[in-house]
């Protein structure tokens, strides 16, 4: 892989919320689906976050201990405890794939993605069903 600005970091394990849910709660974090809902951003969604950063080698193991101090509001201890449980049970699911020529432009120029999105919009909208012909109900009797 070249250069760490073309990596795109996904997670494709179903259960990689679940890991990141054990991560918190065996360090202490707990969060309920209420709680998350009313934030901006959730525990999780900071850890995910943070998870791809640290796959896509965008940011050094000491940054991510003090974001991670941070956006938890946890002691230095436990973001420690944090990361090697990051680096443990979630980095290794990463997929790392390099971006694209044509992704590439997409990302640096918008107005493709509009482009592209009008074309769609416009199919979606001249897009008539396909009638079915009505079958003869034989279970029911009909009434004229």
């Not at 044509?102 to 107005?111: G, H, L, S, T, V």
């Not at 482009?115 to 909208?125: A, C, G, L, P």
């Amino acid at each position: 892989m070249s250069d760490k600005k073309n990596i795109i970091v996904s997670f494709f394990d179903e259960n990689i919320l679940n890991k990141i849910s054990e991560i918190l709660f065996k360090n202490g974090i707990e969060e309920s689906p209420e709680e998350a809902a009313f934030k901006d951003t959730s525990f999780m969604d900071i850890v995910l976050k943070l998870s791809k950063d640290i796959a896509s080698q965008k940011i050094l193991e000491e940054n991510a201990i003090s974001l991670i101090k941070e956006k938890l509001n946890v002691a230095d201890a436990v973001a420690k405890n944090i990361l090697k449980d990051i680096n443990e049970k979630i980095i290794p699911l990463a997929e790392r794939n390099e971006i694209n020529e044509y992704e590439k432009k997409i990302n640096a120029n918008p107005e493709i993605i509009r482009k592209s999105f009008k074309k769609t919009n416009t199919i979606v909208e001249n897009f008539q069903p396909v009638q079915e012909k009505k079958k003869k109900d034989v279970y029911r009797e009909t009434i004229e």
